[in-house]
């Protein structure tokens, strides 16, 4: 479903990324481990078009999405929920959500939609009129899911559900991805550690330095030990 | 009594005025961290347009304003499409785009000159007349300005809480990331700003042509005026300049009718100062972010 191949990307002169290639497949969930620095956001925003990867190739649903807008890519339904939420602080919980829907395809079922996401996240439904800028961590957290849940997407891209969370809300975060898993999404997580993967990963990249260096299914990678402490401390 | 009834009334009319040279400004800010400073030339656009509609084309009034309004719309969107649009994500992109509104003001007053020549025009009040209550001498003209003001700065605000392209402009003001990953196409959600902010800058020439005389240069007077409301309601906050609109609207008029005509400008940017000083960010300010 998402294919990545030579991903090369960086910003201004630096590269972060190179000769990274990655796959994702229909109803699959990977992770991508890495420490922090080593290039993960970058290769969401990559992916995403929120930054033009300098060579390589990312298809999408069997077309190319590498050369193409940010816009084009969310039309192709591939969501990126991004690292540190992002609101739009003076906009309503339920304003931000219906942005989540802003392409028309979606928009024309944002009703539906909003019934879904609020039995997803009933913090949601409480506080539909609340600026998004007074909500706590963990409820700012659920509102960048539940806004990405708005679109018509076919798989989730997700940048590190536990930044920033108090320790006690962080299980809850995984639970929800969990159950969105259970939906048929397809995901594409990437994290610092391998704490709370277990049930929510199929396959495991491990990324350092800018390239994947290491692949596994998720059995296999959790039990090596001396591997993830090597890689991850 | 009667001079605090005269500053109201006063105050009310040049705020409604200001909101609507100023919420302009502020969108555009708001959307692209840009001071558009060709604002000021889109009043005259709107008034001159509409002058000529109803003068030489003999069009009745509504029409005529209309055009006036769409006039300074298409302009608008052309000073966007033509050079913003290809400023856009460059280094300094702030300066660069605020130089060329500059290049742009100077081409549409100057074609302006070419087309009207330097003779000023006043535009015929759509209803003449006034009428006297509590002291005060009240236009006809006045009264249709401070309703038509909020009218649209009601409409504007419907339109940027309830629709879609309204929020999504929001979107894009607040968190550009985060309005390119709800799919929002933000070259397409500048370029309608533009249009609307033009459009209101026209609609304020269009008014104010039967007040104040129109010369290819009348537009920058309001501009000023509009860039005082903005900075002191908090650059790209709607809510903040609509506030701020009435604000020094009212200040400005009591300033004239208990200190003199003379003191109201000078007045005028030592409140600013002091708020400035006070609180930087004015009223309800976004404050700096370098995004673009």
Redesign the interface.
């Known amino acids: 479903m998402l294919k990545v191949t030579d991903l090369q990307a960086g910003y201004g002169g630096s590269v972060v990324l190179h000769s990274l290639s990655l796959q994702v497949g229909e109803g699959e969930s990977v992770v991508v481990l890495g420490p922090n620095g080593h290039g993960k956001t970058t290769l969401l925003r990559a992916i995403s078009g929120l930054i033009r990867p300098t060579s390589g190739v990312v298809e999408f649903d069997g077309q190319v999405i590498s050369n193409q807008r940010a816009s084009d890519v969310v039309a192709a339904g591939l969501i990126h929920i991004p690292q540190g939420d992002l609101p739009f602080p003076e906009l309503t919980v339920m304003e931000n959500l219906l942005m989540g829907a802003y392409r028309p395809e979606a928009w024309r079922e944002r009703k539906r939609k909003l019934e879904q996401v609020f039995e997803l996240f009933p913090v949601l439904a409480e506080r539909p009129n609340q600026l998004a800028r007074s909500l706590s961590g963990g409820e700012r957290r659920m509102l960048a899911l539940g806004r990405g849940l708005m679109s018509k997407a076919k798989l989730l891209m997700i940048d590190e559900p536990s930044l920033g969370l108090a320790p006690f809300l962080i299980e809850d975060v995984y639970q929800t991805i969990r159950n969105i898993r259970k939906t048929g999404l397809s995901i594409l997580l990437v994290d610092e550690n391998a704490d709370h993967i277990e049930g929510l990963a199929d396959r495991v990249y491990l990324l350092e330095s800018g390239t994947l260096v290491k692949e596994g299914s998720v059995e296999v990678m959790l039990q090596d030990e001396a591997l993830l402490a090597a890689y991850l401390g | 009594m009667e001079k605090l009834f005269q500053a109201i009334y006063g105050g009310i009319l040049y705020g409604s005025i200001y909101g609507l040279m100023a919420i302009g400004l502020t969108l555009v800010w708001g959307a692209l961290r840009m001071l558009n400073l060709a604002h000021g030339s889109l009043y005259v656009v709107g008034g001159y347009v509409a002058w000529t509609a109803l003068n030489e084309w003999a069009l009745p009034a509504l029409p005529s304003f209309a055009l006036g309004v769409i006039a300074a719309a298409l302009v608008g969107l052309l000073i966007q499409v033509l050079l913003i649009n290809r400023l856009l994500g460059r280094p300094s992109f702030f300066n660069a785009a605020m130089i060329a509104t500059v290049g742009a003001a100077i081409v549409i007053e100057s074609a302006m000159l070419l087309i009207y020549g330097p003779r000023v025009k006043q535009m015929a009040p759509v209803i003449p007349g006034h009428f006297k209550t509590l002291g005060v001498v009240i236009q006809y003209q006045g009264l249709v300005i401070i309703v038509a003001a909020a009218i649209s700065l009601v409409l504007l605000s419907l339109f940027l ?1 309830k629709s ?1 392209y309204g ?2 402009i ?2 894009v003001s ?2 550009m ?10 070259v397409l959600t500048f370029t309608i700003v533009m249009a609307i902010s033009a459009g209101l800058a026209g609609l304020a020439g269009v008014l104010l042509s039967s007040v104040f005389y129109l010369a290819p240069t009348a537009g920058f007077n309001p501009m000023v005026k509009a860039l005082v409301v903005t900075i002191f309601g908090g650059l790209g906050s709607v809510k903040g300049t609509i506030w701020a609109a009435y604000v020094i609207g009212l200040l400005e008029a009591f300033l004239q009718v208990y200190f003199g005509a003379g003191w109201a400008l000078p007045g005028l940017f030592l409140f600013m100062m002091i708020m400035l000083i006070i609180r930087p960010t004015g009223l309800f300010g976004m404050g700096e972010v370098q995004r673009l």
């Open positions: 809480r879609r929020l999504a929001q979107a607040q968190q990331d985060a309005a390119r990953l709800m799919g929002i196409p933000t």
